[in-house]
């Protein structure tokens, strides 16, 4: 079974279970990175665990979750080989997996509700990379990136 890494921060820890919960229900094993409280927290600690757990592969999907979705897609990019996707949407979710090959999806639980928010995994786990020359080429340009701009630990 496909292992699927989620996070949060204090704005989102109240629906992360029952985020969690949905992504077992449709058929992934979950790893919850935490946070565990509503106290306030830093997202990037959160983003780090879960795009870690990404990029070395025991996670093969991560999801983020805070406020607005992009601190945790902002910190979550810095590691290596993730893409990580705001999404507010089914189509945005959509299109990030088709058009993106995104591995991580970020949700902005302070502007979506539960079921928003269940929608939009469910588009973005139904969807596979395209694969189409012209993706599989801007991919492979931030990987070149990556590569160029990016030193230090994977
Ligand atoms: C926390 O107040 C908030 O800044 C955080 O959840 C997130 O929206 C950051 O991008």
Redesign the pocket.
Known sequence: MLNVAIGC?H?AFECKAALADFVKELGYSVIDFGCNTTEPCD?PDFAAAVARAVSAGRCGYGILL???G???SIAANKVSGVRAAVCWSEDTARLSREHNDANVLCLPA?YSTVEDMKRWIKSWFATPFSGKERHLRRIEKIHSLEKTCCKGEK
């Open positions: 921060d704005a997202y805070c406020g607005t992009i601190g945790m302070r």
